[in-house]
């Protein structure tokens, strides 16, 4: 079992930015899983925003944030980390951080295992 813990989200103007981060709260090695951030509007599905590969060699990124999301990881600090750079008001939503143990990432939220409880990210016009 792995509990993900994500922090960084707040309230910011669009054209703003934000860096996430995601760690496990019981100190699991973050390396062996491909890991993604999704997003939740309130009314809407739980949607894909990036991912990257569990041996870090390719990411995934949903066309609506191309160019201004991206996901990396730090494994000497087992952190998973989103920066979001020119945020619109369409960003906002509660962000979740997840972990699946396949070595590809997937688009799917059905495919990841592992999820944290979320943090709200508010982009203001």
């Known amino acids: 079992q792995v509990e993900l813990v994500e922090s960084g989200g707040g309230l910011v103007q669009a054209g703003g930015s934000l860096r996430l981060s995601c760690a496990p709260s019981?100190?699991?090695?973050?390396?062996?899983?491909?890991m993604a951030w999704f997003r939740q509007a309130p009314g809407m599905e739980r949607e894909f925003v990036v991912g990257i590969s569990r041996d870090d060699s390719h990411t995934l990124d949903a066309d609506s944030v191309k160019g201004r999301f991206t996901i990396s990881r730090d494994s000497a600090k087992n952190t998973v980390y989103l920066q979001m750079n020119s945020l619109k008001p369409e960003d906002t939503g509660v962000y979740y951080c997840?972990?699946?143990?396949?070595?590809?990432?997937?688009?799917?939220?059905?495919?990841?295992?592992?999820w944290g409880q979320g943090t709200q990210v508010t982009v203001s016009s």
């Open positions: 019981g100190g699991q090695e973050f390396t062996t899983y491909t």
């Open positions: 997840a972990a699946d143990t396949g070595g590809v990432v997937r688009a799917s939220r059905y495919a990841y295992l592992y």
